[in-house]
């Protein structure tokens, strides 16, 4: 057996206890194996036969559905009949145009097998073919990046949705990314519509400013501090920025500053305000817009209206990086490491042979690399599984 | 308590205190056909179901005791349900709740608050405005169009969504409608109720002949505008931005006013004199369909398909061609 399969059936067998879905009963399960075979439209009976059959197949990467079914085995979404979906939201690092994500990038010539580090060229400098892969890497600034947008994310639905703890699943990917699930029971029948909203919502998208600061004949009316969702956050973080700036050196347009009292008195207590100048509302709506550009929760909008998407199995292995796709509390979220908390394969000595450069990088407190291509090293297995799976060594 | 006022059950037969008088009573489907004294039900009933076919809205029938009201509602739905044709629940769901919000606008907000119930909404009251929960919500502003409705410029607390009495109304309405969506058994009916059955579904004939197949080729559109031309052909219902995109990007591609006015008559809510309005205005003006990322924001792009607008998507495939 392919080593890297034993090392995740090994995972499987000693660590089954923490995979956990709830209702699973109602999933479909899909499972892609070493070799490529997809397995789809699986159900099982209860946890038991599911990691029972994750120990059994030890596959590269393992999902389950957000929807419950009737008949999750059926082949078409239309006999499986749908009971509910769990909203889902998918942050994924790639998405967010961090310059960290593109650290250790390299690429591969199909053809004739020549790498380099950066993004890969127009043709191959060896052979001249166009058929290049590209190779991508993980490192601790670009998942960061994940967790804060995932923080900001519980922050919104516990405030403006009302559901934490135990309505809510997170998990990290086990590659780049985070996804939380809603759980809760008046969530499970909302349609896609209603779905897509929420995604605006979160992500900003449907904020406008002129609703929000509001004007009609010679009255402004702003959002208020106690109000909740983007209003109250936009009348705080205002509110803020205004009593901040009293002293008197201010970043504030002058025609904001010209009103604090009455902007105060606004913001603060809701009392309107009288005859604003255009060039007033304009820059606050403008503040306004740029306030929700930094909060907002930036996921992946096409995931969460779609009710038939699977992700990965809560503490399965992810068959990109031999990480797992750790569930996790919200709290434990805060202080969660990827590269060390989340690493499940064993420190087993493997050698590999590199067939691409691969950078320097910390895996469970320990530094590797920089490695260049066409070495053979020893590596505990979940360094080398990362190099591995990451499409940039052999094993010999 | 206002709640059992019997004139509730006149306005809104729909609700528990219909099901009560029925019960009470001891309607039966042989009473709504052949009973004398229901007479006026089975007319008024007949007229509501050609209101709706012919996009009208009838209100003769505002003042009825309220079992005649519910008797009359039962029939409208029963006939529907034995049609049980989807572009006619449309109709009917649209004429129902329009009547609904034609009374319930002018509501005191603790009834509204009542009839949220009914509908299945939580609903807190706080002055003059009331809390109503998220999922409802959601529900009921998917199907309405305009930025006030998204949840982003709302005050939304630990799932509660704030709303004044005439937006809960607004509200309300949509939850009936998708309430009224919701698949019936098909129901066996007697002679009488056949008849007007019958007759509604010959109306029904008539108004879909109307409605020529204006399809553009499927190949060229993007997948919103797919998705949009399919909406507007099922007769769903559609938000302003989603109406304003599809003709503007169909008039865009060479579309004449007339063809995509066409395409809106299956709306259940269609004026012609409206329509051609909002559409000529459209092309007067020369709009172009927003961009991917407007539609993004308006939850109107349904995949990524790498370009920037939908008309580039169009160029593309024209090309290919």
Redesign the interface.
């Given at each position: 057996m392919n080593p890297l399969r034993a090392a995740f059936r090994e995972y499987y067998a000693l660590r089954s206890r923490s995979i956990f879905v709830p209702r699973i009963d109602l999933r479909e399960i899909m499972m892609v194996t070493f070799d490529g075979t997809v397995i789809r439209h699986v159900s099982v009976k209860n946890l038991e036969s599911l990691r029972a059959m994750l120990a059994r197949e030890a596959p590269r990467h393992a999902y389950y559905s957000v929807g419950l079914y009737e008949r999750p085995a059926a082949k078409s979404m239309a006999e499986k009949g749908l009971k509910g979906a769990e909203v889902l939201f998918d942050i994924d690092a790639d998405h967010l145009g961090v310059d960290e994500c593109d650290y250790g990038l390299a690429w591969r010539c199909k053809s004739c097998g020549e790498s380099g580090d950066g993004a890969p060229p127009d043709a191959c400098p060896k052979c001249g073919s166009r058929d290049l892969e590209r190779l991508d890497w993980l490192s601790e600034g670009c998942l960061e990046a994940a967790k804060r947008e995932a923080i900001r994310l519980l922050e919104i639905l516990e405030?403006?949705?009302?559901?934490s703890g135990d309505e809510l699943m997170v998990y990290y990917t086990g590659h780049r990314g985070y996804h939380v699930r809603i759980l809760s029971e008046?969530?499970l029948?909302?349609?896609k519509?209603?779905r897509?909203?929420?995604?605006?919502?979160v992500s900003?998208?449907?904020?406008?400013p002129?609703?929000?600061f509001y004007v009609k004949g010679s009255v402004l009316t702003t959002p208020r501090v106690d109000?909740?969702?983007?209003?109250?956050r936009i009348a705080r973080e205002m509110l803020q920025l205004l009593e901040g700036s009293s002293g008197g050196k201010t970043a504030l347009p002058s025609s904001v500053a010209e009103r604090r009292g009455e902007l105060v008195r606004a913001l603060g207590e809701g009392v309107p305000l009288i005859n604003p100048t255009r060039a007033l509302v304009r820059d606050l709506r403008r503040m306004a817009e740029e306030i929700?550009q930094a909060r907002r929760v930036r996921i992946d909008?096409?995931v969460t209206?779609d009710t038939s998407r699977l992700t990965r199995i809560p503490n399965s292995l992810h068959g990109k990086t031999g990480l797992r796709a750790m569930a996790l509390s919200p709290d434990e979220l805060r202080d969660f490491q990827p590269l060390g908390d989340a690493v499940g394969l064993s420190d087993d000595q493997i050698r590999v042979f590199t067939t691409a450069p691969v950078p320097r990088f910390r895996v469970k407190g320990e530094s590797f690399g920089p490695y260049e291509p066409g070495v053979g090293v020893d590596l505990p297995m979940f360094a080398a599984a990362l190099i591995l799976l990451k499409g940039r060594g052999v094993i010999p | 308590m206002e709640e059992h006022d019997p004139a509730l059950a006149s306005r809104y037969p729909f609700t528990s205190l219909g099901e009560r008088l029925i019960e009470s009573e001891g309607l039966t489907e042989k009473d709504l056909a052949y009973d004398p004294l229901l007479e006026q039900s089975r007319r008024h009933a007949r007229g509501r179901l050609l209101s709706a076919v012919g996009g009208g809205l009838y209100l003769d029938d505002l003042y009825l005791p309220p079992l005649d009201a519910v008797a009359t509602y039962l029939i409208v739905r029963l006939v529907s349900s034995w049609i049980g044709d989807p572009f006619l629940n449309r109709l009917v769901a649209e004429h129902e709740s329009k009547r609904f919000h034609r009374l319930a606008r002018d509501e005191p907000i603790h009834v509204l608050a009542w009839l949220g119930g009914e509908l299945g909404a939580a609903i807190r009251l706080d002055g003059e405005r009331a809390w109503i929960?998220?999922?409802s919500y959601?529900?009921a502003?998917?199907?309405l169009g305009g930025?006030?409705w998204?949840?982003?410029?709302?005050?939304?607390?630990?799932?509660?969504v704030?709303v004044g009495r005439r937006e809960l109304a607004r509200l309300l309405q949509e939850l009936l409608r998708t309430h009224l969506l919701e698949p019936t058994p098909r129901p066996s009916l007697s002679p009488p109720l056949r008849a007007i059955g019958t007759e509604v579904t010959r109306r029904l004939e008539e108004r879909k002949s109307s409605i020529q197949s204006s399809r553009p080729s499927r190949q060229a559109l993007p997948p919103c505008i797919e998705r949009l031309v399919e909406k507007a052909e099922r007769g769903e219902n559609m938000s302003h931005q989603e109406r304003f995109t599809l003709a503007a990007y169909l008039l865009r591609v060479g579309w004449s006013v007339d063809r995509v006015v066409d395409l809106f008559r299956s709306a259940p809510d269609f004026k012609e004199r409206v329509a051609r309005y909002q559409v000529s205005h459209i092309a007067k003006g020369g709009y172009n369909p927003p961009n991917c990322e407007t539609l993004?924001?308006?939850?109107i792009?349904?995949?990524?398909c790498g370009v920037k607008s939908p008309l580039s998507y169009g160029r593309r495939g024209r090309r290919r061609r």
């Open positions: 405030s403006d949705l009302g559901v008046r969530f029948g909302l349609g519509e209603e897509r909203e929420l995604a605006s919502h900003g998208l449907s904020f406008d002129e609703e929000v109000e909740g969702g983007w209003r109250g929700v909008e096409m209206p | 929960d998220i999922s959601l529900r502003a998917a199907g930025p006030r998204r949840l982003a410029n709302r005050d939304v607390r630990s799932g509660q704030l993004r924001s308006w939850g792009c349904v995949e990524d």
